[in-house]
């Protein structure tokens, strides 16, 4: 017998997410409850000016008290795909845009609270272009040693989660890359 939604009732709806209440029946029987967000995805950009250095932002996140270390990402728009808000996000929140993208991969960074998808994305060959925050975003961009970044990533400076991924993400696909990178976009 699979899952079975025996209920489901909205609890909440913002402008980025929705919270749901779903009384379940598993597949061996057992009746349980879940409070689901309910996420359109995302996108996330790790965007190196040059194969040694990466973009970082240094941005205030309210929900964990104060500024962190992380890489340019977005929520989708309505009906926007992965590697269109990817491409919108880099220059509103960096000043940069690129003509090389590689797809990372994808990750689900709470499967057990979250439907969300995260998807990761290399950007290259960055040209300077306009930045254009929203108005409730405080971010300062930074030009750091990629090799830097991961050092920040294993003490403790970077803690986000999604940036932790695609920066590793990054990390593996460059060094499989022998000479010219092979971009996909």
């Known amino acids: 017998m699979p899952v079975t939604i025996d209920s489901r009732e909205e609890i909440f709806k913002g402008k980025a997410l929705q919270l749901n209440h779903e009384r379940v029946t598993l597949e061996n029987g057992v009746k349980t409850e879940y409070e689901i967000l309910i996420f359109p995805g995302a996108s996330v950009i790790v965007p190196l000016p040059d194969r040694e250095t990466v973009l970082l932002l240094r941005q205030y996140r309210h929900a964990t008290g104060g500024d962190i270390w992380e890489i340019p990402a977005g929520t989708f728009d309505a009906g926007e795909k992965p590697l269109e808000c990817a491409k919108r996000e880099l220059p509103e929140e960096t000043g940069y ?52 970044a991961i050092t920040m990533i294993l003490d403790g ?28 976009f």
Request: hydrophobic share 40%.
């Open 97 to 148: 845009s690129a003509s090389k993208w590689h797809r990372l991969g994808e990750i689900i960074p709470i499967p057990g609270h979250s439907n969300k998808r995260v998807h990761l994305f290399l950007a290259m060959d960055l040209e300077k272009t306009e930045q254009n925050l929203d108005i409730d975003e405080i971010v300062h961009v930074e030009k750091v040693r990629f090799d830097d």
């Open 157 to 184: 400076r970077i803690m986000d989660a999604k940036s932790i991924c695609a920066l590793f993400m990054a990390q593996r696909f460059l060094a499989s890359q022998e000479g010219p990178l092979q971009m996909y």
